[in-house]
């Protein structure tokens, strides 16, 4: 056995399962998680599949005080003839070393994390659903877990992957959401970290969040923090406008998240010959637009969110409608077909959907 073999640990106890109409986002957790350590000096060391518990950590863990950490957010499917795919998840482990990357955390291998969470899939195929919308949300993570106050990189780290099987990450699911433009609070700037998945872009969110749902928006729509003219990106999606037949997208610009989801539907909207930019889009342009009559789509991007319609935008005192408050054509067939693409229920010309192999496990 390698320092690189995952150890599995089997669960005498079985969680009952919730009913696949009656799931939420990310509240249950399945029987199983993967685990791996970090000590500097031994490097990554002992993957394991373990029953899902708690872990008891020292209160001077670094991740406790300057939130030294990183997530992905992926997804399994289960298809209609019952094989549990993955969706492009190399390109969340290439991205969460990315994320690694900017916030002094060692790099990990790649393939080892694939390996582990198709063996930890495997064991817990029976918690992936199968009802339309469903999915099994999963969500690999690493914490800096060495005791210390001093500011500097730990020097040891825990990587866990846990599991959850979800429905829409919106109450109302692909209905439309209406987001509030945040004028105030900045998510990210050119050179910090908004182009990581890291917790404390999230957590710093959360002010205007609260301040967006007062006025009845489910999210914020992020501008650049220099000029607060350019739009960035939504809470938990990127974001795509329909102007005029053409589809504009805020180009990366070393603020925004580089969304697997947003990739995706641009190589889609490519294959179907629908002109798709990556540029710098105003505010001003997007509410010009919709005074015009030109406005004709906006729709987010996210592994959680999926394709989620815009419905409204409110920005200062004003305020538009997109679409009549309805989805529109193109945000409902790239829903279909990228949903269609995940369930293996559309043929996968990109090649991204990757099966699970059932292997058994005493
Ligand atoms: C995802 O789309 O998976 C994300 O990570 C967004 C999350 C903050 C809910």
């Not at 106050?149 to 209905?175: E, H």
């Amino acid at each position: 056995m390698t320092e690189n073999t995952i150890k599995v640990l089997l669960s005498d106890e079985r969680k009952e399962k919730p009913q696949d109409d009656s799931l939420q986002f990310g509240k249950v957790f399945t029987d199983h998680m993967f685990v791996m350590d970090y000590m500097e000096g031994k490097g990554w060391h002992n993957p394991q599949i373990i029953p899902y518990q708690p872990i008891t950590l020292d209160p001077a863990c670094m991740v406790f005080h300057y939130g030294q950490t990183v997530f992905e957010g992926m997804k399994a499917y289960r298809t209609k003839d019952n094989r549990i795919v993955l969706f492009r998840p190399e390109k969340n482990f290439e991205r969460l070393n990315q994320s690694n990357d900017r916030m002094c955390i060692p790099q990990f291998d790649e393939e080892l994390a694939l390996e582990g969470l198709k063996r930890l899939i495997e064991i817990e195929k029976d918690w992936v659903p199968s009802a339309p919308g469903t999915s099994l949300y999963i969500r690999p993570f690493i914490i800096a877990t060495e005791p210390f106050l001093g500011v500097s990189a730990s020097d040891r780290y825990k990587f866990m992957i846990i599991l959850s099987p979800v429905g829409a990450y919106y109450k109302g699911g692909i209905n439309p959401v209406k987001i509030t433009v945040e004028n105030q609070y900045v998510r990210s700037v050119k050179g910090g970290t908004g182009t990581a998945k890291t917790g404390g872009n999230y957590s710093a969110s959360l002010k205007a969040q609260e301040l967006a749902a007062k006025n009845g928006s489910s999210q914020v729509l992020w501008l650049d923090a220099l000029e607060k003219k350019y739009v960035e990106e939504v809470g938990a999606m990127n974001i795509f406008f329909k102007i005029n037949g053409e589809v504009i997208t805020p180009m990366l610009n070393g603020s925004i998240l580089p969304g697997v989801t947003r990739n995706s539907i641009i190589e889609l909207l490519k294959h179907w010959n629908i002109p798709v930019s990556e540029r710098r889009i105003s505010i001003e342009e997007v509410f010009e637009a919709s005074e015009k009559g030109q406005l004709e789509e906006v729709f987010g991007t996210g592994t959680a969110a999926v394709i989620s319609p815009v419905g409204g935008l409110v920005w200062g005192d004003k305020e538009i409608v997109v679409n009549g408050n309805q989805t529109g054509e193109l945000s409902l067939k790239l829903y279909n077909t990228l949903t269609g693409i995940q369930n293996g229920d559309i043929e996968d010309p990109f090649n991204w959907v990757q099966e699970v192999g059932m292997h058994t496990y005493a």
